[in-house]
């Protein structure tokens, strides 16, 4: 597919892996739509084209979000394609992990991503075109000590992407999902070397990933027509 002058909203796109996907899909010739909780930066902004639009929402909240879009609207005709990113991390201990801390994770992750979806879904549905590609977790798959909250809510987008998937095909729509492993960011960087050392002893290739392998995972998933319903790990081998 080429995605010159498609336009391809991406949610948590100020920082990390959100960001790296939207530089990709810039590259690519898209029309970029970028997404912060709070307003994205200028300096934020600027590294992109003069085409590229930006919505602030928070997406654990339905109003929030519904008011974003419509706004949005107003500027673009819909969305071709639509990159769930955000997402939130509290870990602890079930044990330890109050109901609040359960659900905030799980309300931002996936009912958040359901926030986000349904309107843009419809709209793909009328217009039997679109793309919807969301971010997962191996933590989703194999769950984590301490991630209950966060393994919940990245199991549940697993589900959640295999129904849209079905439902969408019959009007031409693709839903996959992508499953990162241990990807170099601040949470990483802030891991002690001993617990560095224990992760990478469990990661095959012997290395963490980066954030440009999951953005060039994202573009292959936009531009290849003939998959739908699928969950792709970029992990190193962790989840063999």
């Given amino acids: 597919m080429d995605l010159t002058d498609k336009n391809v909203l991406i949610t948590g796109s100020t920082r990390g892996i959100g960001l790296a996907v939207a530089k990709a899909f810039d590259a690519a010739g898209a029309r970029v739509i970028l997404h912060g909780r709070s307003a994205v930066r200028p300096d934020v902004m600027a590294e992109f084209g003069e085409n590229t639009l930006a919505i602030t929402a928070d997406i654990a909240d339905?109003?929030?979000?519904?008011?974003?879009?419509?706004?949005?609207?107003?500027?673009?005709?819909?969305?071709?394609?639509?990159?769930?990113?955000?997402?939130?991390?509290?870990d602890k201990l079930t044990m330890g992990m109050k109901p609040s801390e359960f659900a905030n994770v799980v309300n931002t992750n996936l009912n958040g991503t359901f926030n986000v979806t349904q309107p843009i879904f419809?709209?793909?549905?009328?217009?039997?075109?679109?793309?919807?590609?969301?971010?997962?977790?191996?933590?989703?798959?194999?769950?984590?000590?301490?991630?209950?909250?966060?393994?919940?809510?990245?199991?549940?987008?697993?589900?959640?992407?295999?129904?849209?998937?079905?439902?969408?095909?019959?009007?031409?729509?693709?839903?996959?999902?992508?499953?990162?492993?241990?990807?170099?960011?601040?949470?990483?960087?802030?891991?002690?070397?001993?617990?560095?050392?224990?992760?990478?002893?469990?990661?095959?290739?012997?290395r963490f990933g980066n954030a440009t392998e999951i953005a060039q995972t994202a573009l292959f998933l936009a531009q290849n027509d003939y998959i739908t319903g699928q969950t792709i790990t970029v992990d190193g081998g962790l989840y063999i």
């Avoid at 673009?76 to 991390?89: C, K, R």
Wanted: glycine share 10%; aromatic share 2%; proline share 2%.
């Fill in 62 to 90: 339905e109003e929030s979000v519904n008011n974003a879009l419509t706004g949005l609207f107003e500027e673009i005709d819909g969305i071709d394609i639509l990159i769930n990113n955000a997402g939130i991390v509290d």
């Fill in 122 to 206: 419809k709209k793909m549905l009328r217009a039997r075109s679109g793309n919807i590609i969301n971010m997962a977790s191996v933590v989703g798959l194999m769950g984590n000590v301490g991630q209950a909250n966060y393994a919940a809510s990245k199991a549940g987008i697993v589900g959640l992407t295999k129904s849209l998937a079905k439902e969408g095909a019959m009007r031409g729509i693709r839903v996959n999902a992508i499953a990162p492993g241990m990807i170099v960011s601040d949470m990483t960087d802030a891991l002690s070397d001993k617990v560095k050392e224990q992760v990478l002893e469990a990661v095959p290739l012997k």
